[in-house]
C-alpha cells in the first residue's frame, strides 16, 4: 500500500512540526509514505473565492500528482473536502480521478476507518478542547453533527482515546464555526474575529488546557487571537499529540 | 399572451426534467402508551389545557366556575344553549362578535403530539368566531385523538366546506425579545374538553 | 432599502457593538436549541426532512401541471385566481381589487412577498392604509424599518426599543418595557385595526394543488382574525409554495414550527378554502423571477424553501451581523443565494457573508443545499468580474507561483527568512488585515518539505 501524503500548503511553509508529526504517525504504524516534491496547493482559497478558472489549473495538477497512489492522505479536513466535493466540477470523467476521489483521507480519517490502530503510543495528561472544524465535521462526516437526530459519534475522540492520560472539556456549542472560513478571515473581518472569540470564550469557560483539531488553519486564526489577546489557552494540531510529540 | 400563460409557458420551458416520484407518505413514527396524558403534555406545553369530562353537567360546572367572569357566551353546542348569551349565527356581520368573552366550539379531534385539535364546524356561520372571543373551549368526543399530523390529514377532506384548522393552545407571540407571552390577538386561553 | 455598501461593511458596524451583537447571537441560538429539542425528540425527523425533499423536487419538476390543477380546483371554489409575472403587476392587480371595492385600510399578516414587491409604500402612496398585524412586522413598521428576520421581524429590538416606539405610536407609559404590558397594548391597538379594516391580506405557507385551497400558519392568530372579519381576503404566494395532495401537509405542518421556533405546531393551521359568507376571495400567483430559478440547476432547489427561518437561526453569520446586513428582503443563508438571482452586481457580496460552515444545510428542513449554492454563487460573481480587482490578482498570483513549485518554495524560503527581521509597524501594516487583531504565526526556520528533504537524504 502506497500512500502519497499531501501536505497543505501554509503547513509546508508556516507549520513544519505539525507537518513532521503528520508523518511521524503514518510512519510510527508502519505505513509507507512518500511525500511528493512537487506537490503545492489544493486551490482551495481560490475555490472559496469563486475563482473556478484558477481551481482547475491547481486540481489538475493535484490529480497528475496524486492519482497513482492507493491512498493520499492530507492533515487537514478541509483540503480533503475539496478534492472528494469540489474537484468533480473539473475533473469528472478524467483518468484517475475517481479513485483518487474516493481515496484521499484525512489522517484521523484514514487512521479511523482504513487503519484502525490499536493504540498510538502517546502521552498526553492535558484537558484537551475539540474543535470540530466545519469541513471535516459536515462534509466529511467525521463526527455526529449537532443539527441532526443522529447517534452520537466522533471519529477524532475515537483516535484521541488512544492517547494516555488525555482528558476533554464540555463545550457549550460542540460544532459551531471557529470563523476562519479561509478567505473569509480577511473578507468579513470583523465577524471572522467576533466567531473566533466566541469560540475561545466557550473553550476558557469549559477549561480547556489545548485545543487541538483537524484543521492547522482554524487552529492558526484562534492562536492568532490567543496571542493577540493573551488568553491562558494554546493549540495543538492533532498529529502532534498522537505523535507524542510535547509541547 | 396573459400573464398567465407567460408564466406557465416559461415554467414549463424551464422546469427541471421529470424524474422524480411523489413519495407515497408512510412514516414510521414512536406510538404513545397513554394517547390522552401526551394530548395533554402537548397542549399544556405550549399553554392550553386539557381536561376529560363524564357529561355535559360537568361542563356546565366547569365552565361556571373557571369562567364566572365571562359576559358574553356563545356556542353552537345544543346541550350548552342554557348557559349561551348570545347567538353567534344570528348576526349577519362577524365584527358583532367583538364582545364575545368566551366562544365553545366542537372539534372534530385532538393530535397527541402537538397538542392540536382539528375544527371544521358545519354549523357555525363565522370564522372569526374561533380568534375573535378572548376565550376558546373546544369540546372533543372522548377517544378522538390521534398520534400524529400524518393520521390527522388521512382523516381530513374538504367537500362543501372551505373553512377548517388546527388550534394548539391559545393565541402567543414572542416577538419582544423573545418572552414567550400567551394572548397575541387570538384567544388569551384555550381550554380542551373531551367528553 | 437599496444601498451599495456591502455586507462585511454593515455588519462590521454591527458586531461593533459587541454587547449587543453577543445578545443577538445568544438570542438566535436559543431558538436553534428548542428546534434542535424538537428535531430530536422525533426519531423519524431526517426521514420527513427527506421526504419533504423529494415532494418538493417533484413538485418542482411538475410544477406547470399542479400550478394548474390548483388553479382549476380554487375557482371551482369560487376562489378568484390571478396571475403576476413580477412585483409591479403584483402590485397592480393588488391595488386594483382593492379600488374596486373602495378599500381605505388593509390589515396585512406576515407575507415576504409582499415585503419582495414592496407592496405597503406602493399601496400607501395610492391612498391605502396598510396596517401589518403581525406584532413583531408592527413593530418594525411604526419604526419605518425592513424587517430583520423572516420570521421574527423585530429580533434585532431589544425592549426598551420597543418601549420607546409604542410610547410614541401607541402611547404606552413611559418607560414601560415589559414584554406583557406591550404585547397587550399592541393587542388592544390592532383589534381595533381588525375591526375597522376593508380587507385582508394574508401569505400563503402552502397551497394544495388536489383541493385548490391555501394553508396560513400563525401564533398570533393575526392573518386568522385579519382575514375572517372583512368580506376581501387577498392571498399572495410565489409558484414554490404548490404542493401536490393535503397528506402532503402531514410532513411539512411536522417540519415547518418544529425548525422555525421550535414548536411541535403553531397555534393556528388556518386552511382556507373559499370566502366568508357574501365575501370574496383572490389569490395572486406571483413569479417575479423564480422561473428564472428554475432554470438553474445549481439553484433550482433554493425554491424548497418553506420560509422557516432555521438557516438564519444557526448561520453564525446572521446572528452576529443582524438580517440588515444583508441588505435584502430575505436574510441569512437562503436570502444569500436568493438575492443574487435578481440582482448578482447589487447582492454579489452577499455569496461570500458566509464560512461555509455548512450548518444551514444541515438545518433545513427542505434539504436545500444552501453552503453548496453560496460556494457556487461565488463562481457567479467572480466571471461577471464583480470580485474586487485587487482580490483576484493576489489569487491570480497564488495560483501561478503553486503552478511553479520551485519558485513557490524560493519565495517561501525568502519570507521565512525576511519577515521575522522587519520591524512590527511594518509586519503589521494597515494591509495586514489578518493581524488587525490576529498576531500571525512565528515563521519557522525550515519549511516542511525542507525538514523532509534532509530526513530522506540523511537515510
Redesign the interface.
Known amino acids: 500500500m502506497k500512500i502519497g501524503l499531501f501536505i497543505p500548503c501554509f503547513m509546508n511553509e508556516l507549520y513544519p512540526k505539525a507537518s513532521m508529526a503528520t508523518l511521524k504517525v503514518l510512519e510510527n504504524l508502519g505505513i509507507d509514505v512518500e511525500y511528493p516534491m512537487y506537490q503545492t496547493c489544493c486551490g482551495q482559497a481560490q475555490a472559496n473565492t469563486g475563482c473556478s478558472n484558477e481551481t482547475k489549473v491547481l486540481a489538475e495538477r493535484f490529480l497528475k500528482i496524486f492519482k497513482n497512489y492507493d491512498y493520499i492522505v492530507a492533515p487537514s479536513g478541509s483540503c480533503v473536502s475539496m478534492v472528494r466535493h469540489n474537484y468533480a466540477q473539473f475533473l469528472q470523467g478524467r483518468d484517475g480521478f475517481e479513485h483518487m476521489r474516493t481515496h484521499t483521507y484525512e489522517l484521523v480519517e484514514f487512521l479511523h476507518d482504513i487503519i484502525k490502530p490499536k493504540s498510538m503510543n502517546a502521552t498526553f495528561a492535558h484537558k484537551v478542547g475539540i474543535h470540530n472544524s466545519c469541513h471535516a465535521h459536515r462534509e466529511l462526516g467525521m463526527a455526529s453533527m449537532s443539527e441532526k437526530n443522529v447517534p452520537e459519534f466522533s471519529k477524532i475522540k475515537n483516535i484521541l482515546d488512544k492517547v494516555d492520560g488525555i482528558s476533554y472539556s464540555e463545550l457549550t456549542r460542540k460544532d459551531e464555526c471557529c470563523g476562519f472560513g479561509g478567505t473569509f478571515a480577511i473578507t468579513e473581518e470583523a465577524l471572522s474575529l467576533a466567531m473566533g472569540r466566541a469560540r475561545l470564550q466557550d473553550h476558557l469557560n469549559a477549561g480547556s488546557e489545548y485545543i487541538t483539531g483537524v484543521d492547522m488553519s482554524c487552529l492558526m486564526h484562534m492562536q492568532g487571537i490567543i496571542d493577540r489577546e493573551k488568553m491562558p489557552l494554546k493549540t495543538i494540531y492533532i498529529a502532534q499529540i498522537l505523535a507524542g510529540d510535547t509541547p | 399572451m396573459?400573464?398567465?400563460d407567460?408564466?406557465?409557458k416559461?415554467?414549463?420551458?424551464?422546469?427541471?426534467?421529470?424524474?422524480?416520484?411523489?413519495?407515497n407518505?408512510n412514516?414510521?413514527?414512536?406510538s404513545y402508551e397513554n394517547i390522552n396524558e401526551k394530548f395533554s403534555t402537548?397542549l399544556s406545553?405550549?399553554g392550553g389545557i386539557a381536561v376529560f369530562m363524564e357529561n355535559i353537567e360537568e361542563i356546565k360546572e366547569y365552565i361556571a366556575e373557571h369562567y364566572a367572569d365571562s359576559k358574553v357566551i356563545v356556542s353552537n353546542c345544543e346541550n350548552l344553549l342554557p348557559i349561551v348569551t348570545k347567538d353567534a349565527n344570528a348576526t349577519?356581520d362577524?365584527?358583532a362578535l367583538?364582545d364575545v368573552d368566551l366562544a365553545i366550539i366542537e372539534g372534530e379531534f385532538g393530535?397527541a403530539?402537538?397538542?392540536?385539535v382539528w375544527i371544521m364546524e358545519p354549523k357555525n356561520?363565522?370564522?372569526?368566531l374561533?380568534?375573535?372571543a378572548q376565550k376558546l373551549i373546544i369540546i372533543i368526543p372522548k377517544n378522538e385523538i390521534v398520534p400524529?399530523?400524518?393520521e390527522?390529514?388521512?382523516k381530513?377532506?374538504?367537500g362543501t366546506?372551505?373553512?377548517?384548522?388546527?388550534?394548539?393552545?391559545?393565541?402567543?407571540?414572542?416577538?419582544?425579545?423573545?418572552?414567550l407571552?400567551i394572548?397575541?390577538?387570538?384567544?388569551i386561553e384555550t381550554c380542551v374538553i373531551f367528553i | 432599502m437599496s444601498h451599495s455598501t456591502g455586507h462585511s461593511e454593515l455588519a462590521e458596524k454591527f458586531a461593533n457593538n459587541v454587547e449587543r451583537m453577543n445578545w443577538h447571537d445568544k438570542a438566535l441560538w436559543f431558538v436553534r436549541l428548542k428546534r434542535d429539542n424538537q428535531a430530536k425528540s422525533l426519531d423519524e425527523w431526517e426521514e420527513l426532512r427527506s421526504t419533504a425533499d423529494k415532494i418538493k423536487k417533484h413538485t418542482l419538476e411538475n410544477l406547470a401541471n399542479y400550478l394548474e390543477e390548483f388553479e382549476k380546483n380554487a375557482l371551482s371554489r369560487g376562489i378568484k385566481v390571478h396571475w403576476a409575472k413580477d412585483a409591479k403587476e403584483h402590485n397592480k392587480i393588488v391595488l386594483d381589487i382593492l379600488n374596486s371595492k373602495n378599500v381605505k385600510m388593509v390589515v396585512k399578516s406576515k407575507s415576504m412577498l409582499t415585503e419582495e414587491c414592496h407592496l405597503n409604500p406602493f399601496l400607501e402612496k395610492h391612498g391605502i392604509e396598510v396596517v401589518d398585524t403581525d406584532l413583531g412586522e408592527r413593530i418594525v413598521q411604526l419604526r419605518n424599518e425592513p424587517p430583520s428576520h423572516i420570521v421574527l421581524p423585530a429580533i434585532h429590538l431589544k425592549k426598551e426599543d420597543v418601549g420607546t416606539t409604542f410610547e410614541k405610536f401607541l402611547n404606552t407609559q413611559k418607560g414601560n418595557s415589559d414584554p406583557t404590558y406591550l404585547t397587550r397594548a399592541a393587542r388592544a391597538h390592532l383589534r381595533k385595526k381588525f375591526l375597522g379594516a376593508d380587507a385582508s391580506m394574508t401569505g400563503v405557507n402552502f397551497a394544495i394543488a388536489e383541493t385548490g385551497g391555501i394553508v396560513v400558519c400563525t401564533n398570533e392568530g393575526n392573518a386568522d382574525l385579519g382575514s375572517s372579519l372583512p368580506k376581501l381576503h387577498i392571498a399572495c404566494m410565489g409558484v414554490e409554495k404548490i404542493i401536490p395532495r393535503l397528506k402532503d401537509l402531514s410532513i411539512f405542518i411536522r417540519l415547518l414550527a418544529r425548525s422555525a421556533t421550535g414548536q411541535p405546531v403553531t397555534s393556528y393551521t388556518s386552511h382556507y378554502h373559499g370566502p366568508v359568507e357574501d365575501g370574496e376571495m383572490h389569490i395572486i400567483i406571483v413569479d417575479n423571477g423564480r422561473s428564472n430559478i428554475l432554470s438553474t440547476d445549481k439553484y433550482k432547489k433554493s425554491l424548497q424553501c418553506i420560509r422557516c427561518g432555521a438557516c438564519l437561526n444557526t448561520c453564525p453569520v446572521y446572528r452576529r451581523s443582524g438580517g440588515h446586513s444583508y441588505g435584502y428582503t430575505i436574510p441569512g443563508p437562503i436570502g444569500s443565494t436568493l438575492a443574487p438571482s435578481r440582482d448578482l452586481k447589487k447582492y454579489s457580496t452577499l455569496p461570500f457573508a458566509c464560512s461555509l460552515c455548512a450548518s444551514c444545510s444541515n438545518v433545513c428542513p427542505v434539504q436545500v443545499d444552501l453552503h453548496q449554492q453560496l460556494y457556487l454563487r461565488r463562481q457567479d460573481v467572480v466571471d461577471a468580474g464583480y470580485l474586487s480587482p485587487a482580490k483576484y490578482r493576489v489569487l491570480k498570483m497564488a495560483t501561478w507561483l503553486m503552478s511553479h513549485p520551485r519558485i513557490m518554495d524560493f519565495a517561501g524560503l525568502l519570507a521565512r527568512k525576511i519577515v521575522p527581521l522587519l520591524p512590527r509597524s511594518i509586519i503589521y501594516s494597515k494591509i495586514n488585515i489578518w493581524g488587525k487583531s490576529r498576531e500571525l504565526p512565528k515563521f519557522p526556520k525550515n519549511s516542511f518539505k525542507e525538514l523532509y528533504k534532509a530526513k530522506k537524504g540523511s537515510k
Open positions: 396573459s400573464s398567465r407567460i408564466i406557465l416559461s415554467i414549463k420551458d424551464y422546469a427541471p426534467s421529470k424524474s422524480s416520484e411523489l413519495p407518505i412514516i414510521s413514527h414512536a402537548s406545553s405550549v349577519k362577524p365584527h367583538h393530535v403530539e402537538n397538542g392540536a356561520r363565522h370564522r372569526a374561533y380568534f375573535i400524529t399530523m400524518h390527522a390529514y388521512e381530513l377532506s374538504f366546506q372551505n373553512f377548517g384548522l388546527f388550534i394548539s393552545g391559545p393565541s402567543k407571540t414572542a416577538d419582544i425579545e423573545q418572552s407571552i394572548g397575541a390577538h387570538g384567544a
